[in-house]
């Protein structure tokens, strides 16, 4: 077919399909989900693929904000959100596309790749999200892969676990010697003769001196990581958080899950190494999803607030059984892990994290049952107060 006889036939065959009804027939082959919003937030239309993500029939949301979608806090920011949109232009998502999370009818969260596009029509303006389901291990590691690059996670973990061997292997030898050392000087105080106590005080300074080494190893771990590259830049926590819980849930992770967030807004502009913090808030939300895998009730909670002297808090909550007793005595040493397959590295490198931005990582009790672990980071200096 020419360009001509092409042109000739396309406006025809559109033309006829101006029914509600086709439109929607024709909306409804699209895959992923879409679903068109008034300027008020009102839901129009909900595609089949809506339908199928969600778990609502279309005649049980026409009519409801979309909103409805969303978990906390998003669900609450909405409406400010879109009138700020519509007075100012200025987008956060319109028109940029983001990894964000959902909420689906039965109340559990699921990562999305979320798109919004501004439907203005002669009359009327609206908004057409296009929303893909994450949740499916391929079609997440396909979508997440840039962002994945970003937070660098694999190569750090896995350089990580080279530097832990050689690490390992470095320590084993001073631990070696100290004990060999204190050993001869156990035997020789058996005979405690003038010429064996110098042996002793020998002994002693190597056993010392290997202490020290040992000692000098384990610095070398925490600057490798301290002075590993940081980019500090005035970034927004609740998109680090957002994207950190969608990476968290990937894989159906958060199945059964109660995730909720609370993000206040006047601790939202922070001066951090964005891909490090999000590191954190990933660790630390991995860590609860595994320590709630056996238990009943599952809620974890993520909650930022706005602390003395310029600091956000960011907190992770969760129902779990709360810490072993074990692993609390050396909390935040490397190594230090319950778990069979554990390295015991997250949480020291979370620490090291924290403390290379000045902020404070510590562990309490948590309200919901289980474990909260809370961190500060640098609130970004905003001269004038605007956002
Ligand atoms: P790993 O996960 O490899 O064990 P981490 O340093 O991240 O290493 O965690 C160390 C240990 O801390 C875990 O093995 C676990 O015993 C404990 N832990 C961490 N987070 C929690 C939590 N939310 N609830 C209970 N225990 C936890």
Redesign the pocket.
């Known amino acids: 077919m020419t360009r001509t006889e092409l042109k000739s036939k396309r406006p025809k065959s559109f033309i006829a399909l101006r029914t509600a009804e086709e439109l929607h027939a024709l909306i409804d082959t699209v895959p992923d989900a879409m679903v068109i919003s008034d300027h008020d937030g009102a839901i129009q239309s909900f595609s089949r693929g809506a339908q199928n993500m969600f778990g609502y029939a279309e005649h049980e949301v026409i009519g409801e904000n979309v909103s409805l979608l969303m978990p906390s806090p998003d669900r609450e920011g909405h409406d400010q959100y879109m009138h700020k949109y519509l007075e100012t232009g200025a987008a956060k998502i319109i028109g940029i596309g983001r990894v964000t999370t959902a909420r689906h009818r039965d109340g559990s969260t699921f990562p999305i790749k979320l798109a919004v596009g501004d439907l203005k029509l002669a009359d009327q303006r609206g908004f057409v999200a296009y929303i893909r389901d994450l949740s499916e291990s391929r079609e997440t590691e396909r979508e997440l892969h840039t962002l994945q690059n970003e937070l660098a996670h694999v190569s750090r973990i896995s350089s990580m676990g080279s530097l832990a061997t050689s690490l390992a292997h470095e320590l084993n030898q001073p631990l070696t010697a100290v004990t060999n050392y204190a050993h001869s000087a156990r035997d020789l105080l058996a005979d405690p003769s003038l010429e064996n106590i110098k042996l002793v005080r020998e002994a002693m300074d190597e056993c010392a001196n290997q202490a020290l080494r040992a000692g000098q190893i384990v610095h070398r771990l925490r600057d490798f990581i301290k002075h590993g590259e940081t980019d500090r830049q005035v970034a927004s926590l609740g998109r680090i958080i957002q994207e950190a819980s969608a990476l968290a849930l990937m894989n159906g992770d958060g199945q059964g899950v109660d995730f909720e967030t609370e993000l206040d807004a006047a601790a939202d502009e922070v001066l951090v190494d964005p891909v490090q913090v999000q590191q954190v808030v990933l ?1 630390l939300i991995r ?2 999803l ?2 709630m895998h056996e238990s009943r009730h599952k809620q974890l909670r993520v909650q930022t607030e706005r602390v003395a002297s310029r600091f956000a808090q960011i907190t992770v909550a ?1 129902s ?5 007793q074990k ?1 609390a005595e050396r909390l935040f040493h490397p190594f ?4 069979a397959d ?7 490198i979370c620490h090291t994290i924290v403390q290379s931005h000045n902020g404070k990582i510590w562990v309490e009790k948590s309200e919901l049952g ?2 909260a ?1 809370h961190f500060t980071i640098p609130l970004a200096e905003v001269e004038n107060g605007q956002d």
């Open positions: 660790n860590n609860a595994e320590a969760d779990g059984p709360g810490m072993n692993v230090n892990t319950s778990k554990g390295m015991g590295l997250g949480l020291s289980g474990t672990f």
